[in-house]
């Protein structure tokens, strides 16, 4: 694998994450519990494929009135952010159980999320995860010029509307990748040679991304006309509609950790090389929101806990709520940042807010 020319400073003189490690693996081995999912992740993987697949079932077979269908496609866009934020994501990561052959299957469900693993996994866990904030190197700070979410990014007369215009923009993500996203991705990394662990064929690839579109589209859009007795239109009305609340969703829980005032978004020196080590950078480029939200924990699979998320990507979400403890007190002792928002209310001010500035003439800006 290639990787972009970046290095991380060596000089943790303090030893923060060795001393962070270790507690962390105290921690699993004095309470003798595995760092993958447990009964509560497989729980919780029923009720989102529950919410996802069950109304597409209701909608097929029920004589029921177009209203009701509306709101259950709705509730499938809502199961499908789910199924990506707590099945898929731990699943790809490796930390959804101790067997590799279960976290491929639910690293899998990517492909009814109208996505590809082989991408997904690049652009987060390869780009995103090694090289986060960083421009230039973490995909997801790119969104083209439509939305400038850096001071490093080319700026345009029209940015200093993104804060209005961006909510809409981000209900895209997932119809994005059913249409165009996962053909330019695989073009782009083949060519660079990026992978998460073995580089596949460009045949398996291609032949991958070719079956599982035409398998989507057959599902979501031909059965439902074949079935329904709906005009078309109305169809695929529903089918973009299930997938803006299930793309509005994501990017905004995605947004609200690294596009925000309280997030750093270094670069590398002249030589190549970032000023903190990779685990010290984490702290410095991730926000926390809303951790003592029982409900905002366990629906968004614990991406709000994206401090803990980053430093140690290969445990399961379930288990972030104990250790961030560990984290924050370790953090606190070294005397480095632990940025967090208390609520998710305050979290998307922060991050209109630093759309707002991003999108001030470079010339105005603070």
Not at 46 to 59: D, E, K, N, Q, R
Not at 98 to 109: A, D, F, R, T, V
Not at 131 to 147: F, K, L, P, S
Request: without cysteine.
């Amino acid at each position: 694998m290639t990787t972009p020319n970046v290095r991380f400073s060596r000089a943790d003189s303090a030893k923060f994450f060795r001393t962070l490690n270790k507690r962390v693996n105290d921690y699993f081995k004095e309470n003798n519990i595995k760092r993958t999912g447990n009964w509560k992740l497989h729980l919780k993987t029923i009720v989102m494929f529950s919410l996802f697949l069950t109304p597409y079932f209701l909608i097929l077979t029920l004589n029921i009135s177009q209203w009701w269908m509306l709101l259950l496609t709705i509730i499938m866009g809502v199961g499908m952010a789910g199924v990506g934020m707590n099945v898929m994501h731990d699943g790809n990561h490796g930390s959804y159980s101790s067997k590799k052959w279960i976290n491929k299957l639910m690293g899998s469900s990517m492909y009814v999320l109208a996505g590809n693993v082989y991408n997904w996994q690049v652009q987060h866990n390869v780009l995103h995860h090694t090289y986060t904030n960083i421009h230039g190197h973490d995909e997801d700070m790119d969104a083209g010029r439509v939305i400038r979410f850096t001071k490093h990014a080319k700026w345009e007369r029209f940015h200093k509307f993104q804060h209005y215009y961006s909510v809409f923009l981000y209900g895209l993500l997932t119809f994005n990748w059913a249409l165009t996203t996962d053909f330019t991705q695989t073009k782009r990394y083949l060519a660079r040679k990026l992978a998460y662990g073995k580089l596949p064929s460009p045949l398996k690839q291609w032949s991958t991304i070719v079956v599982t579109k035409i398998i989507y589209v057959m599902i979501w859009i031909v059965i439902p006309m074949l079935i329904m007795s709906i005009a078309w239109w109305k169809i695929l009305i529903g089918f973009f509609i299930m997938h803006y609340v299930a793309g509005l969703i994501l990017s905004i829980v995605f947004q609200l950790a690294h596009m925000v005032e309280e997030a750093q978004m270094p670069l590398p020196d002249t030589t190549g090389t970032m000023k903190n080590t990779w685990a010290i950078h984490q702290l410095f480029t991730t926000v926390n929101f809303s951790t003592k939200n029982r409900l905002v924990n366990w629906f968004t699979g614990g991406l709000n806990h994206q401090v803990e998320h980053h430093i140690f990507p290969n445990i399961s979400h379930v288990h972030y709520t104990k250790i961030s403890k560990i984290v924050k007190q370790t953090a606190q002792e070294f005397n480095l940042p632990y940025n967090e928002y208390k609520t998710t209310r305050k979290a998307i001010i922060a991050h209109f807010r630093h759309l707002k500035e991003m999108g001030m003439k470079p010339a105005m800006q603070p």
